[in-house]
């Protein structure tokens, strides 16, 4: 689906992000940095799979990836921002592109801490087998990809097989020390238009079945609300229910999520050195203002922006709240 028309669906939502913003704690709906802890890159959309929730639209035949030039862009910024402590690659399937590797060592080498968003699956292909050593000595945290312990559902969800192939790899990431030694934390969206269960609350049930049917282990559950854009905002169109989400997200709203939004504490950059305030207003090229490439990055002009917002933004403020690292805040 094309930004345009994806900007101008959401546009007609009944409801104002704004509005809404201005109305509960935050004066005139102007969202602004407190913090500059995270550089989230998405490396590509390259993937060897193609959820039907993807927010990327990621597949097989995507050819976008970062070049080695913009990585060392990334990796200047990273350099000179101290605030900076987390490095978080994303995708696509972050290991599919040449530079994956060269990120890692690098951020490793300046002491940041990162992250791998991986789809599991990847690191069973044979062209990727050598990660799981590369990943466990540069001590990465992998936030994984898991829609649900059921492999019916995930199937549904991911393609035939991937629940079989994602198990393999947590059995062997947990054999390298992950989810004991190493952090291995799993994320969940839901299959559906309704926003997802308490997060300690699927993490026990997660954790219960995982172990008790396939003797796997991992640190935490991560839940995400499904946002209304690309794949889903597609399905949810088919299915003549996109009214109905926007109507249970808006209705969900919770103004304690708005501190912990992870727009307000991060840089998001794409393949291309695009600078978007999160990875949702990227793939919307709802670039940051005024600092739109990193080459161009400065700390002070991004530091006191105006976040850019829209309706789908009503995902990550609906019930506890949704961001990359899960749930901001209790329902209110």
Excluded at 34 to 61: E, F, M, R, W, Y
Excluded at 150 to 175: C, M, P, Y
Excluded at 285 to 306: C, K
């Amino acid at each position: 689906m094309k930004i345009d028309k994806q900007l101008k669906i959401l546009g007609q939502s009944p409801a104002s992000f704004a509005r809404y913003v201005e109305n509960n704690v935050i004066h005139d709906g102007r969202l602004t940095a407190l913090s500059l802890k995270t550089i989230q890159i998405n490396v590509g959309k390259l993937c060897n799979q193609a959820c039907t929730h993807c927010h990327v639209d990621a597949s097989p035949i995507r050819t976008e990836n970062i070049t080695r030039e913009t990585a060392e862009l990334c990796l200047k910024v990273i350099a000179e921002v101290e605030d900076i402590e987390t490095v978080d690659l994303t995708g696509g399937a972050p290991e599919m592109n040449e530079n994956f590797t060269f990120l890692v060592e690098e951020s490793k080498r300046m002491g940041k801490h990162v992250i791998d968003r991986c789809n599991l699956t990847i690191l069973e292909h044979k062209e990727y087998g050598h990660l799981y050593d590369f990943l466990t000595n540069n001590q990465v945290e992998i936030v994984a990809s898991l829609p649900h312990y059921s492999g019916a559902l995930t199937d549904r969800q991911r393609g035939r097989g991937v629940f079989g192939r994602s198990i393999e790899a947590l059995k062997k990431l947990n054999h390298k020390g992950y989810g004991t030694d190493l952090p291995l934390n799993l994320v969940y969206n839901p299959n559906g238009i309704y926003l997802a269960a308490p997060q300690k609350q699927l993490e026990r049930e997660f954790k219960e079945q995982l172990q008790r049917h396939h003797g796997v282990v991992f640190s935490n559950l991560y839940t995400i609300n499904n946002l209304p854009i690309n794949r889903f905002l597609a399905a949810l169109i088919r299915a003549a229910k996109y009214d109905t989400y926007m109507e249970t997200l808006v209705n969900a709203f919770n103004p304690a999520t708005l501190d912990g939004l992870m727009c307000r504490h991060q840089i998001s950059v794409a393949y291309d050195g695009q600078v978007y305030d999160c990875d949702f207003n990227q793939m919307l090229d709802l670039t940051a203002q005024p600092v739109n490439h990193i080459r161009d990055f400065n700390y002070d002009s991004f530091m006191a922006r105006r976040i850019t917002v829209n309706n789908h933004c009503f995902g990550c403020t609906a019930g506890a709240g949704s961001s990359c690292g899960g749930e901001i805040a209790k329902p209110g």
